[in-house]
T-cell receptor, first 116, second 109 residues
């Protein structure tokens, strides 16, 4: 299994440009989420999905769109990039583990985005 | 409101010294708490979960409902423990997690 993969690893955008951060998982996990990581702020949830066709907003959804057409993929779209969106973005997937008695969450390697 | 607080941005100790990374939470129901670790430029990985009452890499964490805390402890720090540590709280009946601000642990030789 490749686990959770993210592309690209690095990206530089100009203000106003749009782009899509890709996230895929091959573990058949129902739940997927996007976080942004900023110094002193920890990880903040942007959007999440509990299954194909179902998405919901997290703590900081403004300026981002998501869709979940398949179980495997959960792309994050920046509609019009702003310098405030400079951050490291992590995608994660999780499933219920009966053995552990809780959700097991796996993270991707992250995408480092700079908006100038 | 559901919240996780890690009051220390940076914790610096010498090798062999005890370590305690603090985590406090606010949650109205029965909490499920986790510690995640992120080594330099790597992805986050689960360190331990309170429900398992486990010890991983010498780290332990006990849930104290009275003090609403889930502090991470290790009796003797090693240089390879240097990393960013995040405390997280499971929210609702999905895989959604609420993270604290993170604490950077620096273990000096």
């Amino acid at each position: 299994n490749a686990g959770v993969t993210q592309t690209p690893k690095f990206q530089v955008l100009k203000t106003g440009q749009s782009m899509t951060l890709q996230c895929a998982q091959d573990m058949n996990h129902e739940y997927m989420s996007w976080y942004r990581q900023d110094p002193g702020m920890g990880l903040r949830l942007i959007h999440y999905s509990v299954g194909a066709g179902i998405t919901d907003q997290g703590e900081v959804p403004n300026g981002y769109n998501v869709s979940r057409s398949t179980t495997e993929d959960f792309p994050l779209r920046l509609l019009s990039a702003a310098p405030s969106q400079t951050s490291v973005y992590f995608c994660a997937s999780s499933y219920w583990s009966g053995l552990a008695g809780t959700y097991e969450q796996y993270f991707g390697p992250g995408t480092r985005l700079t908006v100038t | 409101a559901q919240r996780v607080t890690q009051p220390e941005k940076l914790l610096s100790v010498f090798k062999g010294a005890p370590v305690e990374l603090k985590c406090n939470y606010s949650y109205s129901g029965s909490p499920e708490l986790f510690w995640y670790v992120q080594y330099s430029r790597q992805r986050l990985q689960l360190l331990l979960r309170h429900i398992s009452r486990e010890s991983i890499k010498g780290f332990t964490a006990d849930l104290n409902k009275g003090e609403t805390s889930f502090h991470l402890k290790k009796p003797f720090a090693q240089e390879e423990d240097s990393a960013m540590y995040y405390c997280a709280l499971k929210s609702g009946n999905t895989g959604k997690l609420i993270f604290g601000q993170g604490t950077t642990l620096q273990v000096k030789p």
